[in-house]
């Protein structure tokens, strides 16, 4: 089993910058790919960027030049830095690990507002 835990959420202005982390534990080696998604009440989850094992990424239209995803492999950590950030972007972000040969584990969540 692979645990991930997200960290970093909380209260910024619009326009502001910042980074939540992506902790994981457990056998990080069956780990492919890792992902960072959005929920909000009233949107169905959002996929927002992935980043392979070679540190290859992808994003969605809608953060494409704001956000940037990384990974730290050898402390088991994937990041996602938030610039610029309206207020639309106020939602719980979750982080997601593809498995080798299991279902996918994810994060618990963690609330971003973005608020004047």
């Known amino acids: 089993q692979v645990q991930l835990v997200e960290s970093g959420g909380g209260l910024v202005q619009p326009g502001e910058t910042l980074k939540l982390s992506c902790t994981t534990s457990?056998?990080?080696?069956?780990?492919?790919?890792m992902n960072w998604y959005r929920q909000t009440p009233e949107k169905q989850r959002e996929f927002l960027a992935t980043?392979?094992?070679?540190?290859?990424?992808f994003y969605a239209d809608s953060v494409k030049g704001r956000f940037t995803i990384s990974r730290d492999k050898a402390n088991n950590i994937m990041y996602l830095l938030m610039t610029d950030l309206p207020p639309e972007d106020t939602a719980v972000y979750y982080c997601?690990?593809?498995?080798?040969?299991?279902?996918?584990?994810w994060g618990q969540g963690t609330q971003v507002t973005v608020s004047s």
């Open positions: 457990g056998k990080t080696t069956t780990i492919s790919n």
């Open positions: 980043i392979d094992i070679d540190g290859r990424t």
């Open positions: 997601n690990a593809n498995l080798l040969g299991r279902p996918p584990s």
